[in-house]
């Protein structure tokens, strides 16, 4: 694992969604944590005076996670999501656990099985395939 693997996504800061590594078995496997604030800027205005973590954004960070197991110096887009399933809000406060663990894949297309969990309570997860892009 080099010294800092968040370094290897290509996102930028404003669009990370996974603030550490907790574990990672290059190639295979890694766990990641994201806490989520009351200061996430799109929690602004999702919803006001209820705020909770779009959808989206949870998979995003999946996503952002599995991506850590590419190559490194190599990069990739989301090109498909398989049976997402959400089990229940996340809110400011929560630490999110995100799994990532490769399945399979074929050429440039890679798929990983993710999950997100806070305090052990699964709250989303699906399988997830990216593109290399290079």
Avoid at 67 to 86: C, K
Avoid at 109 to 120: E, M, Q
Wanted: glycine letters at 10%; charged letters at 20%; hydrophobic letters at 45%.
């Amino acid at each position: 694992m080099t010294s800092d693997p968040l370094g290897r996504l290509p996102h930028g800061i404003a669009f990370r969604f996974v603030d550490r590594v907790l574990e990672m078995t290059p190639a295979t496997r890694v766990v990641a944590l994201k806490n989520v604030t009351v200061d996430d800027p799109h929690l602004q205005g999702h919803f006001p005076g209820n705020p909770l973590v779009p959808g989206v954004l949870l998979v995003e960070a999946m996503a952002q996670t599995a991506g850590l197991l590419l190559a490194e110096g190599s990069s990739a887009v989301l090109a498909q999501i398989r049976d997402a399933r959400f089990r229940r809000p996340v809110v400011p406060g929560d630490r999110v656990r995100i799994e990532a663990e490769r399945l399979g894949g074929l050429g440039g297309l890679h798929r990983f099985g993710v999950k997100a969990s806070v305090d052990g309570a699964l709250v989303a997860e699906a399988e997830i395939v990216l593109a290399e892009t290079s």
